[in-house]
């Protein structure tokens, strides 16, 4: 490919971006799938993706966890003060636990001395709570507050391209 068919979004990447914002085929090879729907090779699908992650135009794939529906009925975001030297190394052990589905770095702020949060789901709250005490005793981790879902709220993430709906 030479480089001006990756600078701009062509007509065929936009139905690529299209068909990934979907539903993902739960196949043998979903990346077929989506190719057909799209009217193009499976090998053609895979490399316009590819050059569009290698130039920035997507940035992230990946699944939404619908908890409730496959069993959790907990979660709770904890916020943890964690040492700037160890943030690295306390993040990857953290988000290693099967409990634990989002895991990332925060700036701090007057009053709020948290720079690391995990999302940590359960069977129930007690089970959240026993995640999140050993995490803290694995990591030598103590100060952190643990911020409890009240309502769940429709996940939803932005979509482009869809002017044709």
């Known amino acids: 490919m030479n480089a ?3 600078t701009e979004l062509t007509e ?14 739960l196949v043998a ?9 799209v009217g193009v090779s499976e090998e053609t699908f895979l490399e316009r993706v590819k050059a569009m992650q290698e130039t920035k135009k997507i940035r992230k794939m990946g ?3 619908c908890h409730r529906e496959v069993g959790f009925k907990a979660n709770v ?5 964690v040492p700037e030297g160890r943030l690295d190394e306390i993040a990857r052990h953290m988000a290693a636990s099967p409990s634990v589905t989002h895991c990332y770095d925060r700036n701090t702020a ?15 709250r007690e089970e959240c709570e026993q995640v999140v005490k050993a995490l803290g005793r694995e ?11 009240k309502h769940e709220w429709k996940k939803t ?3 482009y391209f869809m002017e044709n709906e």
Not at 29 to 37: D, G, I, N
Not at 110 to 124: A, D, F, I, K, R
Request: proline share 6%.
């Open 29 to 37: 090879e979903p990346y077929k799938t989506l190719a057909e729907q």
């Open 139 to 149: 990591c030598n981790v103590s100060n952190h507050v643990m911020l409890y879902s």
């Open 12 to 25: 065929l990447d936009k139905r690529i971006v299209r068909v990934l914002q979907g539903e993902f085929p």
């Open 110 to 124: 007057p009053g709020w001395p948290y720079n690391l949060y995990t999302m940590v789901h359960g069977h129930s």
């Open 4 to 6: 001006e068919s990756i």
């Open 157 to 159: 993430a932005m979509r």
């Open 77 to 81: 975001l904890v916020a943890w003060e």
């Open 63 to 65: 699944a939404v966890l």
